[in-house]
């Protein structure tokens, strides 16, 4: 293993030259008011989890480009350009019929379809992820905003209809809620961007986008697509520090939908400077701490299967990850013995390399808190099971299965978010059932179990606990059409192709009595085409 760590970083000759970046890549350009506005400030270097092998066969981190550290004097530019085009629900955009948004979403869709291969090859610079994940990420995100046209127009069709009740006539259709934060998280920084982003505008919000803190240059080749889409002031990026930007936006009290992604304490830190919090509508995705629990009666092949994915898919950045492992104290000699040749099985090396599975780390820092928390496991009981497991290099971290992990340790309720696998084995079901419902997250869990009476009990037991309960599967958003959601500190809202538009939109009702001198009134405004809101349009 020692051998393997010190060639898993590639010389600049050995890289293959269609997954070359052409230089680095300066980027001073910001969105402002349908502008690229170029910032003549200072920059924020953009460091590659790729190293490169130099002369003493040391790594060294790749400085891949750079983007605008903007001030909040810049960031509150931005806003303000997004509240004039608001400009109290009365802008042409919220005004706008949803035929008509749709139109321009789709044609920010094409032009962004224009753009896949600069957008997958920067994925794999920017945050290590491997190439299929990489592409991946992209169609699927295409496939979001498509599917996010598709219910917007059914549900625009169910509204197009009137409702009689009790002697009142009414119409009921969804309106935007004004300008919105986007802000998403650097393991999925497209993807679970846009799963906000689209909705807040389809729905007719104007919108302030801050890119995640990693997987920031990648948005850079979609920025004219933005600008030659959608109308000046609709959509504006901005770059920078958040406790020089995003801090600033939230304490001007403007901002009116916060759709943020990343930790609890960061989402509550920034609604607390929010002046008037009850007018704050808030989408979160935060941290999660989800569990895979191994019962006695089981499938060992699909378990070991599903939790290797479910642990280390794109290294265990993931929310959904698998962070923490119950085994039955009955199987947990034989999963550990499985788990390990699975893991073992696992290659690492550079994103674009076939095959490869473990990458390097972005995160600044994770190296140094990854080999912390396995030392403070060690230190309490627990052993490295797996051969090589946490040894490292330069921002490559190896997987480190830990066991038997006990509460004393961090590892036990800390979300470590990156490659360590700790396993606890348990005897009852009471003790795993107890871990859940003391929890301080509850996104999601696992169960692996083929008995149906102890699967049934964990079921009802967890139903109350969790957002999503998977069986015999690891944990994951998708399909997108499911809601995604989570209980205590791991979510506020849900989040679907379907939910998603409800979360950036009210229902608006208009209603007169049911008699003819009204039905008269509203069939006028219908047939001449006075109002946009009161229509019978149908959208196919």
């Not at 706008?96 to 948004?101: A, I, Q, W, Y």
């Amino acid at each position: 293993m020692t051998a393997d760590l010190e060639n898993v970083f590639p010389a600049a000759d050995d890289i293959p030259a269609a997954f070359r970046l052409d230089g680095t890549l300066e980027q001073r350009e910001y969105l402002l008011n349908g502008e690229l506005v170029e910032w003549q400030g200072p920059l924020a270097p953009v460091r590659s989890p790729i190293c490169l092998r130099g002369d003493r066969g040391q790594p060294e981190q790749c400085v891949i480009g750079s983007t605008p550290l903007l001030d909040a004097d810049a960031a509150l530019g931005a806003l303000d350009a997004a509240v004039k085009a608001y400009d109290l629900g009365q802008g042409s955009w919220p005004m706008m019929t949803v035929t008509e948004r749709i139109r321009h979403v789709e044609t920010f869709l094409s032009k962004m379809k224009q753009q896949r291969d600069a957008v997958v090859r920067l994925l794999m610079w920017e945050i290590g992820k491997n190439l299929p994940d990489s592409e991946k990420e992209f169609d699927r995100t295409c496939d979001y905003i498509a599917d996010t046209i598709n219910a917007l127009k059914e549900l625009d069709r169910r509204s197009s209809r009137f409702e009689s009740e009790q002697g009142t006539l009414g119409q009921i259709r969804r309106v935007p809620l004004g300008v919105a934060l986007c802000m998403g998280p650097y393991n999925y920084p497209l993807n679970e961007t846009f799963t906000t982003l689209i909705p807040a505008l389809i729905m007719g919000n104007t919108v302030v986008f801050k890119p995640a803190k990693f997987g920031v240059l990648l948005i850079r080749p979609l920025l004219e697509a933005f600008r030659d889409s959608f109308p000046p002031g609709v959509i504006n990026i901005i770059y920078g520090r958040g406790r020089d930007t995003v801090s600033a936006l939230m304490a001007s009290g403007k901002i009116d939908v916060f759709a943020f992604i990343g930790t609890n304490k960061g989402a509550s830190d920034l609604k607390k400077l929010h002046p008037r919090p009850h007018r704050l509508r808030a989408a979160l995705g935060l941290d999660a701490k989800n569990p895979g629990i191994v019962l006695p009666d089981v499938d060992l092949d699909n378990a070991v299967e599903e939790c290797v994915t479910g642990a280390l898919s794109f290294n265990g950045q993931r929310c959904t990850a698998l962070k923490i492992l119950f085994v039955h104290r009955s199987r947990v000699d034989e999963f550990l013995e499985r788990f390990n040749t699975k893991l073992a099985s696992l290659k690492a090396g550079m994103p674009w390399e076939p095959g490869v599975k473990l990458t390097p780390l972005p995160e600044p820092g994770k190296i140094e808190f990854l080999s912390n928390v396995v030392e403070d496991a060690c230190s309490k009981g627990a052993r490295i099971v797996n051969e090589g497991g946490g040894r490292n290099t330069g921002t490559f971290f190896y997987p480190a299965v830990l066991y038997p992990v006990t509460p004393e340790m961090r590892i036990y309720n800390e979300e470590q978010f990156g490659p360590i696998i700790p396993v606890v084995p348990f005897d009852a079901l009471d003790e795993v059932i107890a871990y859940v419902c003391n929890s301080d997250f509850g996104q999601q869990l696992s169960l692996f179990g083929n008995e149906p009476k102890a699967m049934a009990r964990m079921i009802d037991a967890c139903a109350n606990q969790v957002g999503r309960i998977n069986l015999n599967a690891q944990c994951q958003r998708g399909p997108d059409t499911f809601p995604f959601t989570g209980r205590k500190n791991s979510a506020e809202g849900t989040l679907s192709v379907y939910d998603a538009l409800r979360v950036f939109s009210i229902r608006t009702l208009v209603a007169t009595k049911d008699n003819a001198a009204s039905k008269s009134l509203v069939g006028s405004i219908i047939r001449d085409r006075e109002s946009s809101f009161l229509s019978t349009d149908y959208i196919f």
